[in-house]
């Protein structure tokens, strides 16, 4: 039973903007708080921003001023949008639960190149 699902991925240029999409149910919201993590190929996967209940958020410091984590006008969604992409950027992004990990997804690629 899958109970989040990342998309929106894609090529950007650097300096450019991008969007991602975590598709999340509201109890799990609720409960636990949504995250958007990373894994740069050889590295461990890390934590990019998180948002909780209230609106509450905490982000990495490589992404302050850039990224904004939010909750989407559906509410079934939290997105990640992504400004003055750098190519130390590029990874495999990945949502879950942020206190209690639900199982990895196949997550979404982001690749910031000229």
């Known amino acids: 039973q899958v109970q989040l699902v990342e998309s929106g991925g894609g090529l950007v240029q650097p300096g450019g903007s991008l969007t991602l999409s975590c598709a999340a149910s509201a109890s799990i919201f609720s409960l636990y708080g949504v995250a958007w993590y990373r894994q740069i190929p050889g590295r461990q996967r890390e934590l990019v921003a998180a948002?909780?209940?209230?609106?509450?958020?905490t982000y990495a410091d490589f992404v302050k001023g850039r990224f904004t984590i939010s909750r989407g006008n559906a509410k079934n969604t939290v997105d990640l949008q992504m400004t003055s992409l750098k190519p130390e950027d590029t990874a495999l992004y990945y949502c879950?639960?942020?206190?209690?990990?639900?199982?990895w997804g196949r997550g979404t690629q982001v690749t910031v190149s000229a």
């Open positions: 879950n639960a942020y206190r209690a990990t639900m199982s």
């Open positions: 948002i909780r209940s209230g609106g509450f958020t």
